[in-house]
Structures are given as C-alpha cells and as structure tokens.
C-alpha cells in the first residue's frame, strides 16, 4: 500500500510549511476532478445543487486571494479590481457566481495563479507571525494559525462537493 504524505516546501518552517504543503496536496486532488471535463461539464449546475464544479475552484482560488492580501496586511478591497473581476469578487457570494466558459487549462491557470500569491505572502511568516490577527471583515476575525488551519479544511469541504458534482455531470 502507497504511503500518503505531503511535501514541505523548502525555506519555509512549522505550521506555514504544514499549511503549504496540505494546499498543494489538497489543490492537486482537486483539480484532478476538472482536469478531463468540458466547459460543458465545468459549469453544469446538478438538480438539487447550487454549484458547478467551475465556481467552486474560482470559489477556492478566491478565497486563497482574499488571505494572502489579508495574511501581507493589505485589506480585502485592496486588491487590483483585473484579479477581482477574474475571481468574481465584486460579486455577492451568497449564492457564489457561476463562472461561464471555463476550460480545465483556464481554472488550473487561476488556482495557480491565487497559489502563487498566498505563496508568496506565506513566505514571510514564521512562527512568531502566528498569534497576529488577520482582520476577516467587520466585526470578525482569527490569527495566522486560525487562517492556516482552516484553509486547507475549506479547500477539502468543497473538494468533496466536486467529488459529489462531478458524479452528475
């Protein structure tokens, strides 16, 4: 039998590299289940459900944007309004939009892309960063560890709701 694992990115220590390395983990599994569809069968929406599997990777990809301009210390609005409108943040996310024309290589291309800057706001963060509170919104917020624990959890939820999807489709 395989044994399971996850790969610590090099340079970086502890709890950040521990988060790190289940998002990739978790973000491989995930794409994994778009990357042979159709955009047909990206933005299919099943009866009794409320999501595709193509909002829910924009979904995901999204949210890793909003932390790292949290995790950098940059406000939620502040993000450049090209990278808002390519993750339907200016939109309400409750129902979450329903991106259309979606392909696997352009959904890969976005959680590369949202990756890449929580990657990059990652870095900086040593274990001395993790009582600091990230302010999520009014009246809300949580620590670093707060945000890299539930992270990697979020992206699991709605991984195994792809893999409920993606039976329909």
């Known amino acids: ?3 399971m694992d996850i790969q610590v990115p ?3 220590g502890g709890c950040v590299a521990l988060a790190c390395a289940a ?3 978790g973000q491989a599994r995930l794409l994994g ?3 042979d569809l159709s955009p047909e069968q990206l933005e299919k929406v099943p009866a009794g459900l409320s999501n595709s599997l193509a909002t829910l990777v924009v979904h995901v990809a999204a949210t890793e944007v ?6 950098a210390g940059r406000p939620a609005n502040d993000i450049p309004g090209d990278v808002r409108a390519e993750y339907l943040m200016d939109v309400p996310q409750n129902p979450l939009p329903q991106p259309r024309g979606e ?4 959904l890969r291309a976005k ?8 990657r990059d706001a990652l870095a900086g963060l040593g274990d001395a960063d993790l009582e600091r ?3 999520m919104g009014p009246e809300r917020s949580g620590t670093v560890r707060w945000v890299l624990t539930i992270l990697p959890s979020h992206q699991m939820q709605h991984f195994g709701q792809m893999q409920m999807i993606r039976k329909f489709v």
């Open 1 to 3: 039998m395989p044994k």
């Open 10 to 12: 090099a340079g970086m």
């Open 23 to 25: 998002l990739d983990s």
């Open 33 to 35: 289940l778009v990357q």
């Open 66 to 71: 909003r932390m790292a301009h949290r995790l």
């Open 103 to 106: 392909t696997a290589a352009t």
């Open 111 to 118: 959680a590369e892309k949202a990756r890449g800057m929580l």
């Open 133 to 135: 509170e990230i302010v």
